[in-house]
């Protein structure tokens, strides 16, 4: 499975995404640092030559698919965004799907919306509106595609009104939101133009992506930051735009065998350029609050999580597990994350001293084998 379980929305069985009744919808209209240099320019790293300013489109070819609408997307808004510290969290499973505020401690929990299959979602920073994509429960209708929760397209939530709006529409998969800063753009990881071959039992289905991109808000103006390299099984993921603006971590993920696959971590100069090698055998850089660190799944240490120094001279373990969708606390001295249970067949949230002196003994906030909840993305932020 992949970090964030990532590639699983296109492996969903049908069942599992059943289409509600239908919903009229609109008619179709188109809507730093310098980086550091680590081990992985030692050994080369993978996609350090990232080619400059792609010019190609998002590939959604919007306008010739329906607007879903909340309606048709089964939105309901059940409950003010509490104020101050708290982590949002998602329940994936079939309907209903909801959106929830978590407090800090775990001891209570605030349903603020529900929506069909939630899947990723990212905060503003000033707490006023809530990014997601989700599944399209008309997909096979609109777009010919049987496989599960193929299609997730982008909306965002205004805590003030309740109320959401659409983004990003079309034969698209989002995934990896992440305000930028002044919350003037929406960075996304995307999949694209998905088709099926095949049919019952033989079904298999092809896609391009992914790759990373912003949104321009409020215009909704999209543009890829990063090139498809598809063709070479290499994927860009988990963006994350320095507080000045200048650059962008993320990382790569490449099929190298059947059975390997390697990961870099990555600084590209913005608002395009070619991206440079920060750490290899690693993803998922998610920056502090401060930017002076980033957190990273260290692959050579079986995913564990690590926090380093943007220079790379100082890094500490943080866990002694596997761990996913790493955030930090807002006041940078906890990291909370995702981990997988395999008995219980979900992820909790667990979190953890960002100084590594509880690596070996997390708090659990959230156990899933208790609630039930199929959780697939957490942020950790404070509501004024």
């Keep these: 499975m992949w970090a964030r379980n990532l590639l699983v929305p296109w492996l969903v069985p049908l069942s599992l995404a059943s289409a509600a009744c239908g919903h009229s919808k609109g008619s179709a209209a188109g809507p730093t640092d310098g980086g550091a ?36 997307i089964q939105f309901a808004a059940k409950a003010a965004l509490p104020s101050g510290e708290q982590l949002l969290f998602n329940d994936w499973n079939p309907q209903p799907n909801t959106v929830s505020s978590l407090t800090p401690d775990g001891a209570t929990a605030t349903v603020v919306f529900e929506i069909y299959r939630a899947w990723s979602m990212g905060v503003s920073h000033d707490a006023k509106s809530i990014a997601f ?17 193929s299609i997730q397209q982008t909306w965002i939530y205004d805590v003030a009104t309740q109320a959401i ?17 002044g919350d003037t753009t929406l960075w996304v990881c995307r999949r694209y133009d998905f088709a099926e071959e095949g049919d019952g039992g033989d079904l298999t289905g092809t896609n391009k992506g992914y790759r990373i991109g912003q949104i321009a808000l409020p215009s909704d103006e999209f543009t890829f930051v990063t090139a498809d390299e598809s063709s070479t099984s290499t994927y860009a993921l988990y963006p ?39 750490r290899s055998n690693a993803r998922e850089p998610v920056l502090s609050p401060d930017g002076t660190h980033y957190v990273y799944a260290d692959d050579s240490d079986m995913g564990a999580l690590h926090a380093s120094t943007l220079d790379g001279t100082t890094a500490v373990k943080l866990t002694s597990e596997q761990g996913t969708n790493a955030v930090w606390s807002p006041d940078g001295t906890q990291v909370a994350y995702l981990v997988y249970d395999s008995a219980a067949g979900c992820s909790h949230i667990d979190v953890v001293k960002s100084d590594g002196s509880t690596a070996t003994s997390p708090t659990r906030l959230r156990d899933c084998g208790k609630t039930g909840e199929f959780i697939t993305e957490i942020a950790w932020f404070v509501k004024p």
């Design 165 to 181: 709006h659409l983004v990003a529409h079309g034969n698209i998969n989002d995934e990896c939101h992440t305000f930028g800063p």
């Design 133 to 149: 994509s989700c599944g399209d429960p008309d997909q096979q209708a609109d777009f010919g595609l049987q496989i599960g929760d």
């Design 240 to 278: 994350q735009p320095t507080a000045d603006g200048q650059g962008v971590y993320y990382s790569t993920s490449q099929d190298v065998s059947a059975t390997e696959t390697k990961s870099t971590v990555l600084l590209m100069p913005l608002p395009c350029g070619t991206a440079s090698a920060v």
């Design 37 to 72: 240099t680590t081990d992985a320019q030692a050994d080369g790293g993978s996609g350090a030559d990232a080619p400059s300013c792609p010019t190609d489109d998002a590939g959604a070819d919007a306008g010739v698919y329906p607007i879903p609408t909340p309606a048709s």
